[in-house]
């Protein structure tokens, strides 16, 4: 892909991501072109990449449409976080300085106070 196309494959798949652009949404080439103001080819050629990747899919003369999530890709996704985040906060551990470590310890205190005022609250 050509440094434009990678830019507006980024741009979409961050769209598609964030939910900017909804669960069976249709996505138009000349739409998504002016919006990014580039021709149609980059547009095309990543609207091909983001089918291939699985977040839009094509109906038969009818264009492109953003793909919705179903609950086993949802379940997938988070079995795939708990494994990095747990070894991502393994990691942080052991190489955690005590000045990280008095941060999180503050962190968590006021954390504390937070909820006990906000219980209070209510």
Known sequence: ?????????????????????????QVKEERIAKLLDVSRTPVRTAINQLTLDG???????????????????????FEIRIQIESKAAGLAALKASAMHI?????????????????????
Do not use: H
């Open 1 to 25: 892909m050509t440094k434009l196309t990678d830019e507006v494959y980024t741009t979409l798949r961050r769209k598609i991501m964030e939910g900017e652009l909804a669960p069976n949404e």
């Open 55 to 77: 977040l839009l899919y094509r109906e038969r003369g009818r264009g492109s449409f953003v793909s919705a999530w179903n609950t086993e890709d949802i379940k997938e996704i």
């Open 102 to 122: 008095e941060n999180l310890l503050q962190c968590s205190i006021k954390m504390d106070e937070l909820v006990e005022k906000n219980q209070k609250i209510i």
